[in-house]
């Protein structure tokens, strides 16, 4: 068993429709749940995360982060499901090389796979000028399809990413084609689609997101500060 202090997940209050389930702080809530280790969460506005308080915690005054009691407070998602996997020894396979290369595959998730994803996520629900997200579109899903079609090779005909379980790889990746969720893109490849559902299918997961979505039901645009949906303006 390994010591811990008290834990808090530091999340939003509320987020738009279209982002709720894809928050970032639900990696770290996976994680924590993968490896049975008890957290509270507090939850934050839009005013909160702009304070110099928190931008001492978090350089990008961004979610998620992760304090805890007798140690220092970590950020960025794939650092601390990172630092959670090495420090239980969870979500990490025994064999040395297969957890080095676990590891290569937490930071190609959000390296070599997020960036490409999210600019189809940009041009589907983020840039405002519909014009300019039209004339974009094409180019944005022509690279999110190329990296899921090399991650679909990588994967092949295996249940997990790397080794014979799940793994922080597969967490991460995982949580990573969320980023595209809008799109259904991942539907076009039937082998990363099983795997994904293999991978949300895990009660951590679906307990983590569960957790989320009850918070932001609990609470509205008005919570995070602002007038309204900012997606309905
Ligand atoms: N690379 C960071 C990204 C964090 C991030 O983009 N967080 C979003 C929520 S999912 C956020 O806080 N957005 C509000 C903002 O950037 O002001 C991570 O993985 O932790």
Same mark, same amino acid.
């Given at each position: 068993m390994v010591e811990h202090g008290a834990l808090t997940v530091i999340g939003l209050k509320w987020v738009p429709s279209f982002a709720q389930g894809q928050v970032r702080d639900h990696r770290v809530r996976w994680a924590l749940r993968e490896v049975g280790w008890e957290y509270e969460v507090e939850l934050i506005d839009g005013a909160h995360m702009t304070t110099p308080t928190y931008r001492a915690e978090h350089p990008f005054g961004q979610v998620?982060? +992760?304090?805890? /009691?007798?140690?220092?407070?970590?950020?960025? #998602? =794939?650092?601390?499901?990172l630092?959670? !996997?090495?420090? $239980? =020894?969870?979500?990490?396979?025994? *064999?040395k090389n297969q957890r080095a290369l676990a590891k290569c595959w937490t930071y190609a998730a959000l390296n070599s796979v997020e960036p490409f994803l999210l600019e189809l996520f940009f041009a589907d629900m983020?840039?405002?000028d519909k014009e300019v997200a039209r004339g974009y579109r094409p180019h944005a899903e022509?690279? !999110?399809? *190329?990296?899921?079609?090399? +991650?679909?090779? !990588?994967?092949? *005909?295996? /249940?997990?990413?790397?080794?014979?379980?799940? #793994?922080? !790889?597969? +967490?991460?990746t995982a949580s990573v084609s969320k980023v595209s969720e809008n799109s259904g893109l991942i539907n076009d490849f039937p082998n990363l689609a099983a795997w994904r559902e293999r991978c949300f299918a895990r009660p951590a997961f679906r307990d983590s997101i569960a957790e989320q979505l009850a918070e932001y039901e609990r609470h509205g645009p008005a919570d995070m500060g602002w007038d309204q *949906?900012? $997606?309905?303006?």
């Open positions: 998620p982060l +992760l304090r805890e /009691d007798g140690r220092v407070t970590l950020f960025e #998602s =794939g650092g601390i499901v630092d959670i !996997a090495e420090r $239980t =020894g969870r979500m990490l396979p025994s *064999d983020m840039i405002e022509k690279f !999110a399809r *190329d990296r899921l079609d090399k +991650l679909s090779v !990588a994967l092949g *005909d295996r /249940d997990w990413l790397v080794g014979d379980e799940f #793994s922080i !790889a597969d +967490l991460m *949906d900012p $997606t309905k303006n």
